[in-house]
């Protein structure tokens, strides 16, 4: 499924403004990160909006928000935002609102690297003049 290029047009320039912001195709469109951390989406044509835990009832009091539910479940504090309620400055208010909640987010400790695994002692070539077994 394709996802709404303008969308993501207009969502860069909301965001241009502000620093340390990446951009990740996934979930079959493009998310946009602060420090890493996800905190807006386009997938179609909905907007992804991570509100965070506190937030989540809240954001989906207002109109043309819905739970994100792309895994069947709903994953709380993300929503999706139907196009009217991203319209004029409800992007603005949306992308902002996010950016703020993941600034606040810890950032994920980073996994300890594997430990490296014994290698056994490499065998010695045999040559001519060496003993059979």
């Given at each position: 499924?394709?996802?709404d290029e303008?969308?993501?047009?207009?969502?860069?320039?909301?965001?241009?403004?502000?620093?340390?912001?990446?951009e990740k195709?996934?979930?079959?469109?493009?998310?946009?990160?602060?420090?890493?951390?996800?905190?807006?989406?386009?997938?179609?044509?909905?907007?992804?909006?991570?509100?965070?835990?506190?937030?989540?009832?809240?954001?989906?009091?207002?109109?043309?928000?819905?739970?994100?539910?792309?895994?069947?479940?709903?994953?709380?504090?993300?929503?999706?935002?139907?196009?009217?309620?991203?319209?004029?400055?409800?992007?603005?208010?949306?992308?902002?609102?996010?950016?703020?909640?993941?600034?606040?987010?810890?950032?994920?400790?980073?996994?300890?690297?594997?430990?490296?695994?014994?290698?056994?002692?490499?065998?010695?070539?045999?040559?001519?003049?060496?003993?059979?077994?």
């Amino acid at each position: 499924m394709a996802y709404d290029e303008r969308l993501v047009e207009r969502l860069r320039e909301v965001l241009a403004t502000r620093d340390r912001i990446s951009e990740k195709k996934m979930f079959g469109g493009v998310a946009f990160l602060l420090d890493g951390k996800m905190f807006l989406g386009v997938n179609a044509g909905d907007l992804m909006v991570r509100v965070g835990p506190a937030g989540y009832e809240r954001a989906l009091a207002r109109p043309h928000a819905r739970p994100m539910d792309f895994t069947g479940r709903p994953l709380t504090g993300y929503v999706y935002v139907a196009e009217p309620g991203y319209r004029g400055a409800g992007l603005a208010r949306w992308a902002n609102e996010a950016a703020d909640f993941v600034a606040t987010v810890p950032a994920a400790k980073k996994p300890r690297p594997p430990r490296p695994r014994a290698r056994p002692p490499r065998r010695q070539p045999r040559t001519r003049n060496s003993p059979s077994r």
